[in-house]
């Protein structure tokens, strides 16, 4: 069995294409509906009742093109409203959560920075998962505003992000973290600087991969594997202003086949 309909993806803005690119690779062939809530970025300084209302508007756009699954590409959204949107929603819906446990499992001095934002960070579901999956490691929390601001405007390589970044991340490089967790979808866009920060002796890691991997698992799982080899296609969607995010896209997307980006208001 085979099912043509599209992946949604979304996030707050622009930080989801960091695990969009992951899903890419792994998923060539299948379409990708994508939608940016820039108008209402960043998340990570909101309510979390807030948050859960702008996701439920948004995976409620996603589920009008059919999609057989929804990716929430964005810790911030996850932590704040993934149980909610699983019971509003009677679709498979596959959430991040910062990468704590396999951090916990990597460190050889038994210490990690976590790198968040502040609604991250305050979550019951991140303090769960330290509780559950840390054990003795100690982790070191760092919230980074400002950060997805720069990323929103495809600034990943210019001297104030990296000023920014010295500064969240010279407390932990002072604190002799071996691991640094990229707990939110925009930082994995920023990790060549990251990197180059830290040094490396320092682990950087995030969970785009596995939630790849996870979001192909389902697939299979619930025979939803789109057939054939034809080069998936991709749409995206903003609140925001379609220009700027649609020049972020396209320094941020890594498939060569850009495409415009259609202002949605939701
Ligand atoms: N990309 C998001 C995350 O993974 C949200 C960032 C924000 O909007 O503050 O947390």
């Not at 990690?112 to 305050?122: E, F, Q, S």
């Not at 003795?136 to 950060?147: A, F, M, R, S």
């Not at 080899?229 to 850009?258: H, M, Y």
């Given at each position: 069995m085979s099912n043509p309909n599209p992946i949604g993806?979304?996030?707050?803005?622009?930080?989801?294409?960091?695990?969009?690119?992951?899903?890419?690779?792994?998923?060539?062939?299948?379409?990708?509906?994508?939608y940016a809530d820039s108008a209402h970025c960043p998340y990570g300084s909101k309510d979390p009742a807030f948050i859960r209302r702008r996701i439920k508007n948004v995976t409620g756009f996603l589920t009008g093109f059919k999609v057989k699954i929804i990716v929430a590409a964005c810790n911030t959204a996850s932590i704040a409203g993934?149980?909610?949107?699983r019971q509003v929603f009677p679709l498979p819906i596959v959430g991040m959560e910062p990468a704590v446990k396999p951090a916990a499992a990597i460190t050889q001095n038994g210490k990690?920075?976590?790198?968040?934002?502040?609604?991250?960070?305050?979550g019951n579901r991140f303090h769960s998962l330290v509780?559950?999956?840390?054990?003795?490691?100690?982790?070191?929390?760092?919230?980074?505003?400002?950060?997805?601001?720069r990323v929103e405007m495809g600034l990943i390589n210019d001297p104030e992000t990296e000023r920014l970044l010295r500064k969240f991340l010279d407390p932990l490089i002072t604190s002799g973290v071996d691991t640094v967790v990229l707990g939110c979808t925009h930082y994995p866009l920023l990790r060549p600087l990251v990197e180059l920060i830290v040094g490396p002796d320092v682990a950087v890691i995030d969970t785009g991969k596995a939630v790849a991997r996870r979001v192909a698992q389902v697939l299979t799982d619930d025979n939803?594997?789109?057939?054939?080899?034809?080069?998936?296609?991709?749409?995206?969607?903003?609140?925001?202003?379609?220009?700027?995010?649609?020049?972020?896209?396209?320094?941020?997307?890594?498939?060569?086949?850009?495409?415009?980006?259609?202002?949605?208001?939701?």
């Open positions: 993806i979304f996030d707050s803005g622009v930080g989801g294409i960091s695990v969009m690119n992951e899903i890419r690779h792994l998923l060539p062939s299948e379409d990708i509906i994508y993934l149980d909610f949107l990690v920075g976590v790198m968040a934002t502040g609604v991250t960070l305050a509780s559950r999956f840390a054990g003795n490691t100690e982790i070191i929390t760092v919230p980074c505003p400002g950060l997805v601001e939803l594997l789109k057939n054939g080899t034809d080069c998936g296609r991709e749409k995206f969607f903003t609140s925001g202003n379609p220009d700027t995010v649609g020049r972020a896209i396209s320094i941020l997307w890594a498939s060569p086949n850009a495409n415009e980006v259609k202002q949605e208001m939701l």
